[in-house]
């Protein structure tokens, strides 16, 4: 079946008609839950060597996600470059010896937190080489027409992972009287499943963009395309924001389940799956979109999970805590996979890579900031306030970009001689302005001010 008859059939999961898609879908979910039972398991582990130490789960994840900054780039860089579906059987496979080693090291009872620390770390490398390969291979697979779909098909697979993993997880280590290795075995197991999907995909039905020739500059090319445009721009910025400060809910969860509230692994579970559900909700939500989200949209899911998360750490009691997770996983992914589909259906095919390993260093290149700064303020102030000024420094930051997205738009009012009786209009900026006209020329290959062969007169 084609893309276009499949886009034009609609549906919430339209994208998983495509045969390699739905391969690499099926794989992904066995993967994802792995993933996540693997981090509640990281996440139990930190907390008993280091006798509950918040500064200690929040430099683990910090270290998971600094290589981001180092080597997203040129993940990135290598996407455009080489065969994508190769380099995550490599990537894939990196990972899975990585969860093998450290379930061995605690089956054993050798291993110690320095042990934790390296190895996420070196997950961490890894991951930051497949997160740009991934994403921009989803196009291939499905092209333009379903990317979509296939971007909130992902974030629901994610999700729907995020609901089994940690609950299972949770189930295994308290079966276990507080043991993690089954949790990592598993994880370990599970890229396999990833590999032999993506080894017996049709490769005459990938849809590859031309590989970009080795040269000089290619990195600080994809830096100033980006910059070039103010759109992605926006996107990127947000992402960094909401990415630092707002996105540490495996470390407020935790610290809230064992020190606010006195819970056990079983129940830390439990909330990890419920914020879950509200994560997948919000997936579900987004797969019914079929174009490119507008920038204000981006604006207001922002600061809805920002409200969302400062009344989240309000609440007093575990059930209340538990059901105000619903609604702000709901919105994380809201905003998360309109951002995602924003930049990626805004960016030409062969700057894809590079563009999104700049997206994800954003994303997730500050965690290495916000979690231990997170993890500082929630064990001296409490866990609360790991919430409470996360979601402060979001609101501040979407409400700056609201008000930097409003600067030049005509607004009037239309009155109506019914109901409502007046109109709200909000117009786009016709022209843009003279720096960013000069960008866009530049990144054309034109010299500012100069048209183009094709433009109108």
Known sequence: MSAAQTTSDGG?????????????????????????????????????????????LGLITALQFAPTVLFSPYGGLLADRYPKRRLLQISQASMGLLALVLAVLVATGSVALWHVFV???GLGA???????????????????ELLTNAVSLNSTIFNGARLVGPS???LLIGAASGNTAPAFFINA??????????????????????????????????????????????????????????????????LMAREEFQLGAEAFGLLATVFAVGSLS?????????RRPRRRFLVGSALVFAVLTIVTGLMPGYVWFGVLLVPTGAAALVFSVANNSFVQLGVDPQMRGRVMALYFMCFMGGTPIGAPLIGVIAEHLGPRWGLLLGGGIVLVAAGVAGALLARGRAVRLEPLRERPWM???????????????????????????????????
């Not at 990281?42 to 500064?55: K, P």
């Not at 994403?135 to 697979?141: G, K």
């Not at 910059?227 to 809910?249: E, I, K, P, Q, S």
């Not at 117009?427 to 433009?455: D, W």
């Open 12 to 56: 919430m999961f339209r994208a998983l008609r495509v045969p390699n898609y739905r391969r690499y879908a099926s794989a992904n979910l066995v993967s994802q839950t792995g993933t996540w039972m693997q981090r509640i398991g990281q996440d139990w582990l930190v907390l008993q060597l280091s006798d509950d130490s918040g500064v200690a």
């Open 119 to 121: 190895l996420a770390a």
């Open 126 to 144: 890894a991951a930051a080489i497949d997160a740009p390969v991934r994403q921009s291979f989803v196009s291939e697979m499905v092209g333009p």
């Open 168 to 170: 299972v997880a949770g």
């Open 189 to 254: 197991a599970s890229f396999g499943v990833t590999i032999l999907a993506l080894a017996s995909m049709r490769a005459d039905e990938l849809r590859p963009s031309a590989p970009v020739a080795r040269g000089k500059g290619q990195l600080r090319a994809g830096a100033a395309y980006a910059w070039a445009h103010r759109d992605l721009v926006l996107a990127m910025g947000l992402a960094f924001v909401v990415g630092t400060f707002g996105f540490n809910y495996q470390i407020t969860i935790a």
């Open 282 to 290: 919000g997936a579900l939500l987004s797969t019914r979109r079929s």
């Open 423 to 457: 109109r709200l209009h909000v117009s786009e900026r016709a022209v843009a302005p003279p720096a960013e006209r000069a960008a866009e020329e530049v990144v054309a290959g034109r010299a500012p001010g100069v048209q183009s062969a094709s433009s109108g007169g």
